[in-house]
């Protein structure tokens, strides 16, 4: 019998994470969803390691590691089912993981994602950086979360267990009804990884949908499975599609101030590396920014297929600022007024 809701991880030389965290994953979604892995063409026996050990999980081989975008794209194309859990290889789930997501999303046909509470593994009574407690952005295009602003992490003692609309779901842990991941085409391909949830959660809201939060959910996130959160190629991709994505999604009356500020920002970040001898994260910098202009033919058109709106949960501050010179630690620290309707 067919299960609604699909459990989908996409690996990539993740052998050790599937062999940790795979057997929690069979236990706490029977019943509620099938389980499938991802293959991105690994080469570290993965996918023969499946076959022998759990052979009531469904496996999809990619021809390329096409990166998280790519990756996914290509297997949810082959998924049959009316929600996808995107689920990273390096997470511990818990007991009712899914349900009340499911509920969540079944009870309100205007979300498109939601993610549950994501916390740290090796430090459990604290938030994860990848998605904590919900994600949001800044007026200037700059990521963070309840519960995690820039490296400052929380620790969780309930303070954000309320539901709550959010800008963005992490992709470590991401709920998303099918039919509007078709509807947008998936994830941004060009992107490869980083930032190309934020991408498509924006996309959904200039779509008229919600993305949620669903603190009733929690699971354990590791983190930096893939890529460590010190790689050149990671600033890279964060610099690169972070720029691609303001471009796309930003409507025409901000787009320019914004682009003019970030150049300014992202100078001084590049040169701040360069100061504390980081050349390959200086260098870095300068290779996203001429990727995006090498790029800029593809990005304009991208740009004409999107219904530009006014969406919400935008934090109209700059959260550099307030992080860094203010001195404000803690989403909840946070002037609410500031987040737009």
């Known amino acids: ?27 706490y979604s ?14 570290d026996g993965s996918v023969e390691y499946l076959k ?10 990619n021809n390329e590691n096409g990166g998280f975008a790519k990756g996914y794209n290509d297997a949810l194309s082959q998924v049959d089912a009316e929600y996808f859990v995107l689920l990273n290889s390096d997470i511990e789930v818990t007991e009712n993981w899914i349900s009340p ?21 090796h430090q459990p009574e604290k938030f994860e950086y990848a998605g904590a407690a919900g994600g949001f952005i800044d007026a200037w295009g700059y990521p963070f979360c309840r519960g995690r602003i820039f490296q400052n992490l929380e620790e969780d003692h309930g303070q954000y267990d309320d539901v709550m609309e959010i800008f963005w779901a992490t992709g470590a ?7 509007v991941f078709r509807s947008l085409g998936g994830f941004d391909e060009d ?31 590791v983190g930096g499975g893939t890529l460590p959160k010190q790689s050149s190629f990671k600033t890279y991709l964060n610099m ?30 590049a040169f701040k590396f360069l100061v504390d001898g980081g050349f390959a994260d200086f260098w870095a ?24 709106t006014q969406v919400s949960n935008i934090y109209r501050g700059n959260i550099v600022v307030d992080h860094f010179i203010r001195r404000k630690k803690k989403f909840s620290e946070l002037q609410a007024s500031k987040f737009s309707k």
């Open 285 to 308: 910098v300068v290779r996203a920014h001429m990727s995006f202009y090498r790029r800029y033919p593809k990005h304009r058109k991208k740009r004409k297929g999107i219904i530009h």
């Open 30 to 43: 029977t019943g509620d969803a099938s389980v499938i892995v991802a293959d991105n063409a690994s080469s």
């Open 101 to 121: 997501v499911i509920s969540m999303l079944e009870n309100n046909p205007q979300v498109a994602a939601c993610q549950p509470t994501i916390r740290s593994y």
């Open 191 to 221: 992107f490869f990884a980083h930032m190309e949830e934020i991408d498509f959660c924006w996309r959904a809201k200039h779509a008229g949908y919600k993305i949620m939060a669903c603190p009733q959910s929690k699971v354990f996130h």
């Open 1 to 27: 019998m067919k299960k609604k809701t699909a459990v989908v991880i996409l690996n990539w030389n993740g052998k050790s994470f599937l062999e940790k965290f795979l057997p929690a994953v069979i236990r």
């Open 173 to 179: 842990c991401m709920f998303i009804r099918a039919d």
């Open 240 to 269: 690169r599609n972070n720029i691609s994505m303001l471009y796309k999604n930003l409507p025409a009356n901000r787009l320019v101030p914004i682009f003019i500020f970030r150049l300014l920002l992202d100078g001084v970040a």
């Open 52 to 61: 022998e050990n759990f052979p009531e999980v469904g496996i999809i081989e």
